[in-house]
């Protein structure tokens, strides 16, 4: 069996039940095919039956002008006027004629066959030169036929006869006629709405069982399945589906089930391990914080000894001021700075005057101690912003920052006189020379501190304890 | 045996007389009437003859009975042969029957409604015919040898009136006679006129008046007749009066009953039935006056 064949029947049913509702509109074009077939045949009908009816009429004028012509001949040839009224009275009675006058040869009307005969004396229309050879001749208003036809035998003509049809008869009939079939066609009408009416239905219940067919066995499960899903998705394994049946769908779901078990199983295995894996990192992770706790004492050792040899490289041992290295790099930055955005700045350079003299008769530590000594004086005289460095043996450097020479010049002098007035316990007072100078516009460092330094000649060569600028 | 012989002989006059017995006397009432159509009318007469005899209890009579005869002569044997207790017919036939029978007329009968008639003798309107006399020499066209009012009388009529009545056909000199035809019927015997077939036509007032008025306009009457009662009834003679009285009472009173009306409607169309006055004696005389005429 191919599989095609193996399709379930419900959706067999349902593929039927589809089929059924697409055919609906083919039904209701056919119908109204139909209707518009029938109702065109209907007009067809109404209209032959009209011909038809009045070709009858004619041919029974015809036959029965034929017949009279014979048949009044002798009553009239004996004057038997009782006898021709028997004959019309006949005749009136077996059709649907209106009238039948007997005429004499000129035409004056005899009897219409009634006892009152108020058709007597009038003459008919006779075109006696066309009765000669015609059996009748007939007139047609819009309510009645007309023949006139001869009574005679061979060519012996005796007087005239006239036949008057009603239409009304024939109105009537084809009234009743086109009433029965408009009636046959209204039945059929109710009859085409009925079947389309319960065909509509039908095919509403059709579409409304499909519906439900498709929500119960194909919507519905497959929403509770997308639910489960989104279940699993999130990590819920405890989520099922119902098997519902055992077609295709049936077997998805059985197969989603299984899946989810599966699932389920592995991630049960997952979490068994996960959780040895926890135990694992949690001791790992102690050696791994043991390690770094040493780590980072061992790092902040290490700092703490870079910036002791940082402060070491930048300081002076003995003042605890920048060094020269250090000065230098600051003075390097100032003056780019100072370019850069024309700021004045000037450098002040110190030198104890007879400082060796110190050292000769104090003893080096004695000497030490004024330089620290000194420093501490300037130090505290000087702005934070000020870069204040120990040059070289007793020679100590200021760069004073926003300050022109004049400036300069000041604060050497106010450090001056400061240094000269203070007195240093078991030496007494110790003075200084100041050379200072400005960084000017195409300075270089070094010419700057040229210039500085042939200041503080200047005034060492004036004489000792005095400022000189340049 | 003589004795035997004697009494044999009186039982057979006594049944011979009793056999031919009037109504009283032999339990039924015979009603008469002359036609070629015997059955028509037993049909017609049928009920108003029970009528009768269903009232004559006291005469001993328990049914009615209708005798046919086919013309006037053989209703004249019946009245002979005492067959017949009452006969209804024409005057001119009543007279006949009288004459030769000894029959007695008593009851006029509204036949169809008429109780008299008279004959009109008419031409057209443009004839140059103007009374009776203008029809020597003429033609005139009657309905049927059998008719009354249509044949009889208006050739007595003619022949009291000096002229002489021949048929058509009959060779002789016509310009002293009145030549006549049949047209069968009383229609057709107006438009023989019309149609100039005959100059003059006579029926009675009756046909006259069923004319249509165009037909009329076109006619003018030229004689008419004296009355003539339409319908007689007339006893025999052997009748007692007693039984003749209490007929003619149950008869006169018919038209008074529903049961009557329906018996007197079947029988020719009857309105009602009076007893002859003088007047309608005169006109029996005027009758047998003009049976002399008839052939």
Known sequence: MSARLKIHWKYAVFFILITLAALFPAFLMSNIVIF??????KEVLKKGEIEEYEETQHLAVKNLSGYLSQALFDPLYRLDIEGINLLIKQIKGETNITSILAADASGKVLTDGTKENPSYGAHLKIDAARLKTLPFLITETEDVHKAVFPIRVKENTIGYGEITFSKEPLKKHL???VSSIDSLWNKYQRYIVFLVLISTLTTIGVIIFLSRFFSRYLTAPLITLSNASKMVADGDFSASVPVESKDELGLLQEN??????????????????AKDLEKEVAIRTEELEQTLKRLMEEIAVRKEAEEELKVLATTDSLTGIYNRRKFEESLGIETQRAVRYKIPISLIEVDIDYFKNVNDIYGHLAGDDVLVEITKLVGKNIRDVDVFARWGGEEFMILVSHNDIEGARILAEKLRTMLEKHRIAGIGSVTCSFGAAQFNEGDTVDSFLKRTDDALYNAKRSGRNRVCIL | MNLIKSMLFLAFLTAAVFSNAFAENNNEFRLGVISDQPGDKIEDYILMSKYIASRLNEFNIKTGKIVVAKDVDEMIKKVKNKEVDLIFESAFSTIEM???????????????????????????????????????????????????????LPKAELRQNGLTALPLEEKGNSNNAVKYVFASQELNQAFYVLQKRADAGAFSDNDWNELSEKIKAELKIIHETKPVIRYIGSFHSGISDKLKKAVEDILIDMDKNQEGKDALKQ???????ERLTDNDFKSLEYVKELMRYID
């Open chain 1, 36 to 41: 518009k077939g029938l109702d065109s045949l």
């Open chain 1, 256 to 273: 989603f089930n299984a899946m989810v078990r599966k699932l389920n199983d592995m991630n049960a295995k997952l979490a068994a391990h």
């Open chain 1, 175 to 177: 009234k009743q006629h």
């Open chain 2, 267 to 273: 029988a020719s169309k009857i309105k009602k039935i």
């Open chain 2, 98 to 152: 009288k004459e030769k029978a000894g029959i007695k007329p008593a009851l006029a009968v509204w036949r169809k409604g008429v109780r008299e008639y008279r004959t009109l003798f008419f031409a057209r309107k443009e004839s140059p015919v103007k009374t009776i006399a203008d029809l020597n020499g003429k033609t005139i066209v009657f309905e049927d040898p059998k008719s009354t009012s249509a044949y009889a």
